[in-house]
């Protein structure tokens, strides 16, 4: 899926300090002048329904006490800002919203992101590269659910907004993962009428919607050594839990010509990766791999996945459960079959094995390139981990 370059409005930080870039400037010199006339608090109906906009009050807003914020907060707003909740993914107001404007603090009406740094980060919560302003955001260490993280707070309302991780396609590397109960969006045609008017020349000619959608495309990867011969690629496609790291292994491999993640062995055409997550397509997150067969045999490419992947494990590998990471060959030609079922008796007779295999080999079926952030995910993030063992990859 081809998707456009994001308009970037802030850099991120070195030295300590925020570079302005493009509508960044025009962003957070507008904060100045719209101090003075921030909304109050969003809508007082359920969190996926789409806010209506508050009054404008003429000044900012103080922060109420805890009775009147139950009572202006709808409960999910409240369990969100207040008691630190989090929103089921891929089920709340924004997390697939593109429509232009500026995402507000319920409580106080500072703004606090824009249409401008919103991605698709394929988490089912509304995603940023970057606030408008860093001033209007707190960071703290979290510890809860047995792991670290960084909160991310307003700092206007001392409100709970969601997390932020390293893990961004922006410049500054930056995801700002935050719950739509905690934002009350202000769209372009709304913005001068709810005092945002200095913020417009930022979003010129983007009334309509359209927000930023991540990196830009890129072709499938081509290997390390990038040597090949004149021997026509094939391709086979593996499913053996998050694609991530078996594309990066298979990568890895001399031969390997090029390798993108997508999805395969479903129902429904074109899906997204929301839809896949939902177990109902039928889906699995698969790699397709080209190869030059005068460098790399398929049986090489068998032998690998099998090291990459628990055959006994069914519709699980490492933390990840679900039917979209069920393992599977599938196999483009009749020989690849035959070698594929081969392997696999092999394996099984070999007694190194805790089960029976489980994974399939089946006829290749439909494929579908997955979203532009899922390729080549762990070269692009080299810190972020999965269930592959790269030591497989030795001789």
Same mark, same amino acid.
């Given at each position: ?6 308009? #970037? ?9 925020? =570079? ?58 409240? +369990? ?8 089921? $993914? %891929? ?27 919103? *991605? ?19 960071e703290r260490p979290d510890d809860s659910h047995g792991m670290r993280r960084i909160e991310i707070r307003a700092a206007g309302s001392d409100s709970h907004l969601g997390h932020v991780f390293d893990d961004g396609p922006g410049p500054g590397g930056r995801r700002y993962c935050i719950n739509s109960a905690a934002l =009350? ?13 200095? %913020?417009?020349?930022?979003? #010129? ?24 011969? #004149? ?18 292994? %298979?990568? =890895? ?13 479903? #129902? ?14 039928? +889906? ?20 690998? *996945? ?45 007694? =190194? ?12 079926? $439909? %494929? ?5 952030? +899922? ?11 999965? +269930? ?8």
């Amino acid at each position: 899926m081809t998707r456009p370059a994001p308009h #970037t409005a802030l850099a991120g930080t070195a030295g300590g300090r925020t =570079r302005a870039r493009g509508p960044a400037a025009v962003l957070l010199g507008a904060l100045s002048l719209a101090a003075g006339s921030f909304v109050g608090l969003g809508p007082e109906e359920d969190a996926m329904a789409e806010p209506k906009p508050a009054p404008v009050t003429g000044t900012p807003q103080l922060v109420p006490d805890d009775d009147e914020l139950r009572r202006r907060l709808t409960p999910g707003q409240y +369990h969100a800002l207040r008691e630190g909740g989090t929103e089921p $993914p %891929f089920a709340n107001a924004y997390w697939n919203s593109k429509q232009a404007g500026l995402y507000v603090d319920p409580i106080t009406g500072t703004p606090l992101f824009s249409s401008q740094q919103k *991605f698709d980060s394929g988490t089912g919560w509304p995603s940023f590269t970057a606030p408008v302003d860093p001033a209007a955001l707190r960071e703290r260490p979290d510890d809860s659910h047995g792991m670290r993280r960084i909160e991310i707070r307003a700092a206007g309302s001392d409100s709970h907004l969601g997390h932020v991780f390293d893990d961004g396609p922006g410049p500054g590397g930056r995801r700002y993962c935050i719950n739509s109960a905690a934002l =009350r969006f202000v769209p372009v045609a709304r913005l001068a009428a709810e005092g945002y008017g200095a %913020f417009l020349p930022a979003f #010129t000619g983007q009334a309509g919607g359209g927000a930023s959608s991540g990196p830009p495309a890129s072709e499938p990867r081509a290997p390390r050594d990038g040597v090949g011969s #004149t021997a026509p690629a094939q391709e086979a496609i593996f499913a053996g839990g998050c694609f991530w790291g078996i594309e990066e292994a %298979f990568a =890895r491999l001399p031969g390997v010509v090029a390798t993108e993640v997508g999805y395969t062995g479903g #129902t429904v055409p074109e899906p997204t990766y929301a839809q896949v997550c939902t177990g109902t397509t039928g +889906h699995r997150e698969a790699v397709r791999v080209r190869f030059d067969p005068a460098r790399v045999s398929f049986a090489r490419l068998v032998e690998l *996945f099998w090291k990459l992947h628990d055959p006994t494990s069914r519709d699980r590998q490492g933390p990840d459960a679900g039917s979209q990471y069920g393992a599977a060959i599938y196999t483009t030609t009749a020989a690849q079959q035959a070698e594929a079922e081969r392997a696999r008796d092999a394996l099984q007779r070999s007694g =190194r094995l805790r089960g029976p295999i489980v994974t399939e080999v089946l006829p290749a079926a $439909p %494929f579908y390139r997955a979203e532009e952030y +899922h390729q080549q995910y762990l070269r692009k993030h080299p810190t972020r981990g999965c +269930h592959v063992d790269f030591g497989a990859l030795d001789p």
